[in-house]
């Protein structure tokens, strides 16, 4: 079964920083894609960035410069590093995975993705 649980949220003041980490089981991890994923203030689910099991990343225009995607294979882990966060950061954030294997660009949708995390809030004060 497989379970994704994220962690690493919390409450910063703009300009700070924050690590989420993304903790995968039952799976195997270093065959699959995975992603970063926020609710807008209208509710609708924004990609915030994307990562291959090659290491090939991509990142809304909104967080370039500022996050980063990574992915550790042995840990079964997976990191956004948040810095120069904003207001406009503030959102639940959830961990998802592309369980089906294959080679595809990285557009940041969710209807590519078929495992979700419950996820981690972040609110980031002015």
């Known amino acids: 079964q497989v379970q994704l649980v994220e962690s690493g949220g919390g409450s910063v003041q703009s300009g700070g920083s924050l690590r989420l980490s993304c903790e995968a089981s039952g799976v195997s991890f270093s065959n699959y894609n995975m992603g970063w994923f926020r609710q807008t203030p209208t509710k609708k689910r924004e990609g915030v960035a994307e990562i291959d099991f090659e290491g090939h990343t991509m990142y809304a225009d909104s967080v370039k410069g500022r996050f980063t995607i990574s992915r550790d294979n042995v840990k079964n882990t997976l990191y956004l590093q948040m810095n120069i966060l904003k207001p406009e950061d503030t959102s639940m954030y959830y961990c998802?995975?592309?369980?089906?294997?294959?080679?595809?660009?990285?557009?940041?949708?969710?209807?590519?993705?078929?495992?979700w995390g419950q996820g981690t809030q972040v609110t980031v004060s002015s």
């Open positions: 998802a995975l592309d369980r089906r294997g294959i080679r595809r660009f990285l557009l940041l949708r969710p209807t590519d993705f078929g495992d």
